[in-house]
């Protein structure tokens, strides 16, 4: 790998906010060059659910969600839990959450939040026709479903907030009406509310490689490399990696939940951890879906996926270096057979991804405290997909020194 000259811009992360970053930059003129340790989409990008979820805009940490923290170490295959082995380890992670739940904080982050989607759902919008990427959508809306009506009550104030954020939305208290949108579930759901203004992806390593082809079409290039060390200076930024060294005039970290330790490379020292998501995917669809539908109060989705299905979801705090538990899985596929009347629970592939996540469930996005040749882009837990679009172009109006379209001051690394 040759020296590079300091006339371009390197992207480190290869899933679908790096992609999706360096096409953005490409668009604004820059010499990109794009660098991953294991290629596109190999990591958390190629197996999440496909959803465009423009409508969630409350964090993890919501008022309250404190008092429920000892259920999660005694229910290991429950919603939200906490590995007993990681415990320790994530304390501070956690002090940082609780200070997140604090009604001022919270507010704060869901008004940052709704803001980050407006734009990621307007530029998703510009990308997919930039791309000729339509045929890769699906806008088939989402329900979320309850099973009682007391459990459709308790989530009134979350979809009031979204109604003040103006995202479009319906409420049905009858299954006659929940049938209407998608048949054939279980009658134990009562109640649900759908958003028509979601969107899917056919498939989201399909869609990741689909703009990197477009990518490295427009001139990009793509190399495989793991990166060994990052400095940065008034000229410049210098990678090294296992093939030689980089050097470029700007640097993105867009390394999903490995950008803390690249971060640490430069002083910073931010508290990133894992959402560890769970699923299994179904290569023919043995129940037939109409949208993409969310189980709020067992923590799960279902999901188109090309011909089949994807079963998954749920957050585990466990870090990047556990081995996977795929009882999660393995128990969210029984449910699904529950609520899904003949849906076939046989030929599926287990999974798990690391998703980034941070404390308040707002990502880092901005330059880095103490090198101002380096952009930060990490951190999206959940939502990475949904917020790639928006992201990118933040990002680009950073490396052009434009002034962004939103404030990126709650996505600041310095806020923790």
């Not at 704060?108 to 339509?134: H, K, T, W, Y």
């Not at 495989?224 to 410049?236: F, K, L, P």
């Not at 640097?251 to 931010?270: P, Y």
């Amino acid at each position: 790998m040759s020296h590079q000259t300091r006339n371009e811009i390197l992207v480190i992360g290869a899933g679908i906010i790096g992609v999706t970053t360096a096409l953005a930059l490409q668009a604004d003129r820059h010499r990109v060059r794009l660098l991953d340790r294991k290629g596109i989409a190999a990591e958390t990008s190629r197996g999440n659910a496909g959803a465009f979820a423009f409508a969630e805009v409350e964090p993890l940490a919501t008022p309250g969600i404190m008092r429920k923290a000892p259920k999660w170490l005694l229910d290991p295959l429950g919603p939200l839990s906490l590995r007993p082995a990681y415990a320790l380890q994530i304390l501070p992670w956690m002090l940082h959450f609780w200070r997140a739940t604090a009604k001022s904080r919270y507010d704060a982050a869901v008004n940052a939040q709704s803001g980050l989607m407006q734009l990621s759902q307007q530029a998703l919008e510009r990308l997919i026709a930039r791309v000729s990427g339509e045929p890769l959508m699906r806008r088939d809306g989402q329900l979320q479903v309850y099973e009682s009506r007391a459990q459709f009550e308790a989530t009134l104030p979350a979809w009031e907030q979204r109604r003040r954020h103006g995202i479009a939305f319906s409420l049905f208290e009858r299954p006659e009406a929940i049938a209407e949108i998608q048949p054939g579930l279980s009658p134990r759901f009562t109640h649900a509310g759908y958003t028509p203004d979601w969107m899917n992806t056919v498939d989201p390593a399909l869609w990741t490689e689909h703009l990197a082809r477009a990518f490295v079409a427009a001139g990009g290039v793509i190399e495989i490399a793991e990166v060994t060390g990052v400095s940065a200076g008034a000229d410049g930024v210098e990678v090294t990696t296992g093939a030689g060294t980089l050097r470029a005039d700007q640097l993105v970290v867009a390394t999903g939940a490995w950008s803390h330790q690249i971060a640490r490379m430069l002083g910073d020292r931010i508290p990133l951890d894992t959402e560890r998501g769970y699923n299994t995917t179904f290569p023919t669809a043995s129940f037939d879906l109409r949208t993409h539908l969310t189980f709020s109060n067992h923590g799960f989705v279902v999901s188109r996926i090309g011909d089949g299905l994807r079963v998954g979801g749920a957050v585990e705090l466990g870090g990047l270096k556990l081995p996977p538990n795929y009882k999660r899985a393995e128990l969210l596929v029984r449910k699904t057979v529950e609520f899904l009347p003949g849906f076939d629970p046989t030929g599926g592939t287990q999974w798990m991804g690391f998703r980034p996540s941070l404390p308040d469930s707002l990502p880092v996005i901005g330059r880095a405290p103490g090198a101002e040749r380096v952009i930060y882009a990490f951190g999206h837990g959940h939502l990475g997909l949904t917020q790639s679009a928006g992201t990118a172009e933040l990002v680009a109006s950073l490396a052009a020194r434009r002034a962004p379209p939103i404030s990126l001051a709650p996505f600041a690394a310095q806020r923790f």
